[in-house]
């Protein structure tokens, strides 16, 4: 193979370097004739993966406390391959009412089209779970605290359940990320994150990440990763393995905003209730001072009864938040979730329209300043009425 470089000297960068590849170059024959045998760590084609991914899962499984890590084009598809790698036909699936929105569309609308059994279990189940079990039960969906309402789950117990049965778990770990809790030290299966979310940290990237102890499950997933052409830019990748040397130091300043900002707006006349575990009034917060060691930078919010109308007076006043889905990243953003949404759930945690804040690295004053107007715009359409 040529080399691109112009002289002998050597080269080192602080940063990693971005490895890009379909064609992966084998040496002799025989290395290629038995290119497959390097999986599920080594390389053979672009599809799982260059050294610029391989680096990054180590660093992801590190912080998981687990042995291996597989990423994946998205949180979502991080979701769904975990699923697609252990869950047949002829199998019963079990997804927490509270698991993130795509996940039990694709529950509902292409696996039970396979002839898989799908059963949303109501996310406060705790032990209970057990009575849900059937002899086909292949695996468990948890997340916690859980899409937009914020239900905690007692995933020890949970995971308890489970391995005495011989049923898989799964956790959507998004809103703690592992440096808040670790699944994997809880007895769970596999890890999901988001890395969209905090690992990446700047609104500019899609990626997922799934971690685990099992050899064999690793084995399984890198092939399901690879069958289902889940592969991850190394661009992205090197963007992801960047947001992580500053990931602690924004979540620690992320999260006492959000404490702060949320503390505040229990007080307001406006809000009828918050759903934030980190607060006492939380009825998961038990369950979040056991077991959880970050008040993480998402929260939801139901203001007193009002007309849709009347939310229009909230976004439409606020100049820090920006308007928009996701979250995690260094800009705060508000998101609406109208009531209509909330009631179609089943076990549905509230029937009023929900918005969610994601709190960002601007000042918290800034920020309770931007609430403050939002919530006087809200007041000033209801008195309108
Ligand atoms: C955003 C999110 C996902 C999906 O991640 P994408 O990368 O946007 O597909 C899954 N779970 C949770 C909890 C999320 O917040």
Redesign the pocket.
Known sequence: MQSIAATNDPFESLSPPVMRASTVVFKTFDDFVQRKSRQPDGFSYGITGTPTARGLEKKIAALEGGRHCVVTP????A?MTTVMGFVRGGDHLLVSAAC?G??KTFAQKWLAGMNVEVEFYPPAIGAEIESLIRPNTRMICM?SPG?VTMEMQDTPAIAAVARRRGVLTMM?N??ASPLGFRPLAHGVDFS?E????FFGGHSDL???SISMNDHAHYEVLRETQSILGQQVSPDDCFLVLRGLETFKLRLEAQSASTLRVARWLADQPEVERLLYPPLESDPGHGLWKRDFHTNGCLFSLVLKPGPERAFHGFFDSLKQFVIGA??GGVHSLAAYYPAALQAERVFPATDQPVIRLSIGLEAADDLIADLKAGLAGYSALLAAR
């Open positions: 998205s949180g979502q598809s979701l993130y795509a996940l997340e899409t959507d998004t809103w999901i988001a890395a969209t979310k899609l990626m997922g996701s979250w």
